[in-house]
């Protein structure tokens, strides 16, 4: 009895009679991001402004999207789009999504959207690069919308990857810019001018609630205080992380990731007059660049040599057959003797600090030039007056460009610099025109893909450029994050997550 009795004393000793507290909720998942710009706009129909998509990619949606891959694939379209006649593209739309605001997501809101970034009165800078030629959208049913244009456009599934769907009532609204409803993963919380904007996770959305909770987007224009803040602690992830600083943020336990970027520093030849209209000059001009050393000392590794034409692997149009320029010097001296341009004069048009290393690039080809027998005299100028000179009507010798393309279609950088009529342009070659017309309107792909080869291969034989680079999209990111880049740099936070 007196064991059971000093048994149950300690039993009572251990046995408070109070249950275990339950845990608390769990703390929300954050993350900071420094980008290189402030948004001058968060309406997404308006700007055509890198700040803003950096944001307003995870708020709005668009009816077709890219895998990180470059893939296209349906979005807020229920599956890819029918052409129903020549200009009538045929979208079919998930059901039950709503925008932040409860508004419905449906061929109402595609059609109020479509009307209004085309509006001339609204002046969207996106309009004509990208939509221009679009003609109006028109609904069919609740789920189902025609989106017209003024003739054959094969692109215009990919347009519909850049044209975010936006609210009909909450648009029109004169805060709307300030304060924008979309129907993505993420809504808007705050916009602290000069500083940051904010957003929370969407926890109705109808692709599932992304795992970070919080994204805070910091505006921090100097490359090397977003390195200090991402060795720091203060960061997770930066964007535009210099070559040069890819060692340092290894060095210190946190992650460089890089992608095949959309930039491709160029060099636009004056095919029809002065010096430059010679092949054999535009092919030593070509010949004297050693490329391989651009890519990997000016840049550290972080390009790659184009091959022989300004468009990527993963974009419509890219010419599988086309090689490099290789660097042989002694071929373009001999060249430039063939061609009598010994020592010949070629003016050099460019510009400093609009792309990466835009001006030590421009020096390092100049260099090249002067070292098989060309006297280059490289001329910068302000960006104003540099824009004048690459877009003028008098076209110089050589003008340098960073060339890109956010439909990842060769349309976009052809239209601009290989056709006679293009805005960059400096040929006239009017078989090039041609097959650059046709393909335009081709709807067929693997006829499409050929004219495009075609046209591709013209310019490669003829140098009519200088091909130099392209150039890869670097980020610096903490330990902590995970997310693997996307070739058309977009920053989806829905696919970023955070480890231990």
Not at 383 to 403: C, K
């Amino acid at each position: 009895m007196a064991l059971l009795a000093a048994l149950a004393l300690v039993g009572a000793a251990c046995d408070t009679g109070a249950e275990e507290a339950p845990e608390g909720p769990e703390a929300p998942v954050e993350i900071t991001i420094a980008i290189g710009s402030e948004p001058t706009t968060l309406d997404p129909q308006l700007r055509d402004d890198g700040g803003e998509r950096a944001v307003n990619d995870n708020i709005y949606e668009t009816l077709m999207v890219r895998t990180a891959q470059g893939e296209l694939q349906p979005g807020l379209a229920a599956d890819f789009p029918e052409q129903v006649d020549p200009t009538t593209w045929r979208f079919r739309l998930r059901e039950g999504i709503t925008f932040h605001d409860g508004e419905p997501f449906d061929a109402d809101a595609v059609v109020a959207s479509v009307e209004r970034i085309i509006d001339p009165d609204f002046g969207s800078e996106q309009a004509g690069s990208f939509f221009g030629t679009i003609t109006g959208a028109e609904k069919v049913d609740d789920l189902t919308v025609d989106i017209t244009t003024s003739g054959p456009d094969p692109v215009l599934p990919a347009r519909m990857y850049w044209m975010k769907m936006v609210p009909p009532e909450a648009s029109q609204e004169a805060d709307f810019a300030e304060n924008p409803v979309g129907t993505g993963p993420y809504r808007f919380v705050e916009w602290v001018r000069g500083d940051h904007v904010t957003l929370e996770a969407n926890p109705d959305y109808w692709g599932g609630a992304p795992p970070i909770d919080r994204v805070t987007f910091r505006f921090v224009a100097e490359a090397g205080t977003r390195l200090a803040g991402l060795l720091s602690g203060e960061f997770d992830l930066i964007t535009n992380l210099l070559p040069e600083d890819v060692a340092t943020v290894e060095g210190a336990g946190k992650r460089a990731a890089a992608v095949q970027g959309l930039e491709h520093p160029v060099i636009i030849l004056n095919v029809d007059e002065g010096v430059t209209s010679d092949v054999r000059v535009r092919q030593a001009l070509n010949l004297a660049v050693d490329k391989d050393a651009l890519a990997n000392d000016l840049f550290a590794g972080n390009a790659t040599v184009d091959a022989c034409q300004i468009l990527s692997p993963s974009w419509t149009g890219f010419n599988e057959e086309l090689q490099p320029y290789p660097y042989d010097p002694d071929r373009a001296r001999e060249l430039l003797r063939e061609a009598g341009a010994e020592g010949a004069t070629i003016e050099l048009i460019g510009e400093r600090g609009r792309w990466l290393k835009d001006g030590e690039l421009l020096e390092a080809v100049a260099g090249y030039w002067d070292a098989v027998g060309i006297d280059t005299k490289l001329r910068i100028f302000e960006f104003d007056e540099y824009l004048n000179r690459l877009f003028g009507e008098v076209r110089p010798d050589a003008v340098f460009v960073t060339s890109s393309n956010e439909l990842l279609d060769a349309s976009r950088n052809l239209g601009a610099y290989y056709h006679e009529d293009g805005i960059g342009a400096s040929n006239s070659d009017e078989r090039l025109a041609e097959l650059l017309d046709r393909a335009l309107v081709e709807t067929d792909p693997d006829r499409r893909e050929a004219l495009y080869a075609e046209a591709t291969k013209i310019a490669c034989d003829g140098a009519y450029f200088v091909f130099l680079l392209n150039i890869n999209d670097t980020y610096g990111m903490s330990e902590r994050l995970s997310w693997q880049p996307r070739v058309d740099a977009k920053l989806l936070v829905k696919e970023m997550a955070v480890t231990g």
